[in-house]
């Protein structure tokens, strides 16, 4: 059962323009939301967090989007750039857990 | 250098010869986790720990084991290796337990490359 769902595999943007991303959960008791960024032969890297008492988090290009009556989180990207091409994995703990539960990732290339 | 290292970074074995996969931090955390990642599945915890002789299982712990010895060490152990636990794993440490208010995020390694053939 996968709780933390990114439906898109892949998406292409053009530099300059908005990349959004996005994410759906389904359990209710996830109280805090992460985006991690990952690049070829790497680890993944910490980008942006959002509590649920909040439903805008911005840092940057990047803001993350909160909507808790849907259950469902989005990253933008404002320009998006060349650099930012990756696969983007979204994450959510629950309060009272020790364990994050993470999509199955978007790959977001941004060409010239 | 603020770090998570892991060895080795690419393996490739046989079914059945047992492997272990170590993990290293130098950050002083406290909390350690494993993942793997593959394709259409996303990154699955585990097995994770929360302080030294402290660990717990994650969500697709069958077939390893860890241990917990030293706080900077967090090894992952194959005892017996099957195909269906070739992917690529990823150690991860942080300072406590949870993400709170973006100050405790997990660190990640760069991923070590299994086969099992």
């Known amino acids: 059962d996968q709780q933390v769902k990114q439906n898109s595999p892949s998406l292409s943007v053009q530099e300059g323009r908005i990349s959004i991303l996005n994410c759906d959960y389904t359990?209710?008791?996830?109280?805090?939301f992460l985006w991690y960024k990952k690049y070829p032969a790497e680890g993944p890297t910490f980008l942006i967090s959002?509590?649920?008492?909040?439903d805008k988090n911005e840092d940057g290009r990047f803001t993350v989007f909160l909507n808790k009556s849907a259950k469902h989180l989005s990253l933008h990207i404002v320009p998006s750039q060349p650099g930012d091409s990756a696969v983007y994995f979204c994450?959510?703990?629950?309060?009272?857990?020790?364990?994050?539960?993470f999509g199955t990732g978007t790959r977001l290339q941004v060409f010239p | 250098e603020a770090q998570v290292t892991q060895n080795p970074r690419y393996l490739i074995t046989v079914t059945g010869k047992k492997l272990t996969v170590t993990c290293s931090q130098n950050?002083?955390?406290?909390?350690m986790s494993w993942y793997r990642q593959d394709p259409g599945l996303g990154l699955r915890q585990i097995y994770y720990?929360?302080?030294?002789?402290?660990?717990d299982k994650g969500d697709v712990p069958e077939g390893y084991k860890v241990s917990r010895k030293e706080k900077r060490n967090f090894p992952l152990i194959l005892e017996s290796p099957s195909p269906n636990q070739t992917s690529l794993y990823f150690c991860a440490s942080s300072l406590r337990g949870r993400a709170e208010l973006g100050t405790d995020t997990q660190y990640f390694g760069p991923g070590t490359r299994l086969t099992v053939l």
């Open positions: 720990s929360m302080n030294v002789e402290v660990t």
């Open positions: 959002i509590s649920s008492i909040k």
């Open positions: 994450a959510a703990s629950a309060r009272n857990t020790d364990k994050l539960i």
């Open positions: 950050m002083n955390h406290e909390y």
């Open positions: 359990n209710s008791m996830f109280d805090y």
